[in-house]
C-alpha cells in the first residue's frame, strides 16, 4: 500500500507538471529536494498509472534527454471523484427550455452550494477571500495558487472539477462563477480558460457584486 508520503509527493509532482509543460528528472529533483533516484521511482509509478508521459529529445552525440509532462489522464486525475452524476444533475438543469427558470434554478443552487462553504472562505475584503478560497479549493485536492497582476490579485486553478463536463457544455463555467461570487462576496471574472488554449482558468474579483452570469441557451447537451 502507498504511504501517504509517497501520495503526497506523487501529487505534488503532478500538480507541478500542471504548472510547466515539460520537466526533467533533475528539475524535479532540485525542486522537491530529493535524490533523482527517488524522482525516477515516482516517476515510473505515475508513467504505469498514465498519469504522466515521457519523451526524448537527442542531444548530439550524448544520450538523449528525457523529458517528463502530464497526460490527459493526469490533468483530469484531481477533482473528478463524482463527474458522472454532475454530467447527470446537468443534463437535467439544461433540459429546463424556460431561460428564466433555468437561470433562477442555476441561482438557487449556486447559492445552496456556497451555503455548504461560506465559514471555509475567510476574509475582510475580497482579495483576501479569494486567497481564502484558492486554499480551500487545493485542500479538496483541486490545485489552486493566486498571484497577482500589477494590483490584481489572480487565482489560477490547475484542475477542473468538472472536465468532462466543461469540455461538452461551457455553461459550466459560469455556473462555477456564480458559486465563486458568492463565497468571494463580489463579482467574479474568468479571466482566462483552459479551454481557450490558457494553461489554466484565471478568476479575478471584479469589484460589488454583479449581474448573475447568463447561461448560454443551446449546448451540446441540449441538442444531444
Known amino acids: 500500500m502507498m504511504s501517504a508520503v509517497s501520495e503526497t509527493t506523487d501529487r505534488t509532482i503532478l500538480d507541478r507538471l500542471r504548472r510547466e509543460p515539460t520537466a526533467t528528472v533533475q528539475s524535479l529533483a532540485d525542486w522537491l529536494g530529493v535524490t533523482a533516484t527517488a524522482v525516477r521511482q515516482r516517476l515510473t509509478r505515475l508513467m504505469d498509472q498514465g498519469l504522466v508521459e515521457r519523451t526524448a529529445e537527442a542531444a548530439g552525440r550524448g544520450r538523449p534527454t528525457h523529458y517528463y509532462r502530464i497526460t490527459d489522464l493526469g490533468r483530469r486525475s484531481a477533482g473528478n471523484n463524482y463527474n458522472e452524476l454532475a454530467v447527470a444533475l446537468w443534463e437535467e438543469i439544461r433540459s429546463v427550455r424556460d431561460p428564466e427558470v433555468r437561470q433562477g434554478l442555476l441561482q438557487r443552487i449556486a447559492v ?27 485542500d479538496r485536492d483541486i490545485p489552486c495558487e493566486v498571484g497577482h497582476d500589477g494590483e490584481t490579485p489572480v487565482m489560477a486553478a490547475l484542475a477542473c472539477p468538472y472536465p468532462d463536463l466543461a469540455e461538452q457544455d461551457r455553461g459550466v463555467c459560469a455556473m462555477e462563477k456564480m458559486v465563486f461570487a458568492e463565497l468571494v462576496g463580489a463579482g467574479v471574472k474568468l479571466s482566462a480558460c483552459r479551454l481557450d488554449g490558457a494553461d489554466c482558468c484565471s478568476f479575478v474579483p471584479s469589484g460589488s457584486i454583479v449581474a448573475t452570469p447568463q447561461i448560454p441557451p443551446e449546448t451540446p447537451l441540449e441538442s444531444a
Open 112 to 138: 445552496r452550494v456556497a451555503d455548504l462553504y461560506r465559514d471555509q472562505v475567510t476574509g475582510d475584503s475580497a482579495d483576501e477571500r479569494l486567497a481564502s478560497l484558492a486554499q480551500w479549493m487545493s
